[in-house]
């Protein structure tokens, strides 16, 4: 699904001309199969995100290639990317990352309002999502009026209602209690076994590791040697 070769990655600081070279990757090669829970693990600023923000498009390598679903994307111009990110990925993040202006209802439909599906398919998508994060009382209400936990199932259902492939997370728990990082990280692997849906998330916590197929570690921007984990049941 995901191919990462020879990646390396740095950030220029400061003014032009006197800017500071500070690398952040370094010769990452990682393949990432279908249908598979991979959890990047390692320390505040060993590249973790960054590394998630190559694989989704958001940043460009100054060195290697990366392949999504047989497709070399590394060259494509931000539009292409903003078009195969629609078609391939869908998003989870820490801060949930909620248009605080729109609705619950609004934030899960707004991918299918960007690919342009009509509005009665686009409300039978979004309602079956709502059921199945079970938030069908909660549609009307906005970010604001939400718990944390709510929150963050609107936002793994609006990373679902395309049906994406791909989904990337970056620290999905991070802002959660304990019972509900349980109740997401069940969610997530039931839609991975019965939906087959490829996760890749990033994360510091040893619960959400667990869930994983493997884990591959980074430090000081270099991969370690993963390992399957197979030990988390619904």
């Not at 001309?17 to 598979?36: M, T």
């Not at 998003?91 to 934030?107: D, K, R, V």
């Not at 709510?150 to 209690?177: F, H, W």
């Amino acid at each position: 699904m995901i191919e990462v070769k020879g990646v390396s990655h740095q950030f220029n600081i400061g003014k032009k001309g006197s800017e500071k070279i500070v690398p952040v990757l370094h010769e990452i090669n990682l393949h990432i199969k279908k249908r598979e829970i991979v959890a990047i693990v390692g320390r505040s600023g060993s590249g973790k995100s960054t590394l998630l923000n190559l694989m989704s498009g958001y940043i460009r390598p100054v060195k290697g290639e990366i392949h999504v679903m047989g497709e070399q994307v590394t060259h494509l111009s931000e539009g292409q990317w903003a078009d195969f990110r629609l078609r391939h990925f869908g998003f989870m993040f820490q801060s949930f990352q909620l248009i605080p202006s729109m609705t619950a209802y609004e934030n899960i439909e707004l991918p299918l309002v960007l690919q342009g599906m009509d509005t009665l398919k686009r409300k039978l998508r979004v309602q079956e999502l709502m059921e199945r994060v079970d938030l069908h009382d909660y549609a009307g209400h906005y970010p604001g009026e939400l718990s944390g936990g709510q929150q963050q199932r609107v936002s793994v259902a609006r990373a679902l209602v395309l049906n994406p492939p791909i989904v990337l997370a970056d620290e999905p728990t991070g802002s959660l209690d304990s019972e509900n990082e349980m109740q997401l990280l069940g969610l997530i692997h039931e839609l991975n076994r019965e939906r087959g849906t490829t996760f890749v998330i990033i994360t510091h916590d040893e619960q959400v590791a667990a869930i994983a197929d493997r884990t591959v570690a980074l430090a000081d921007g270099r991969l370690k040697p993963g390992k399957e984990q197979v030990t988390y049941e619904v």
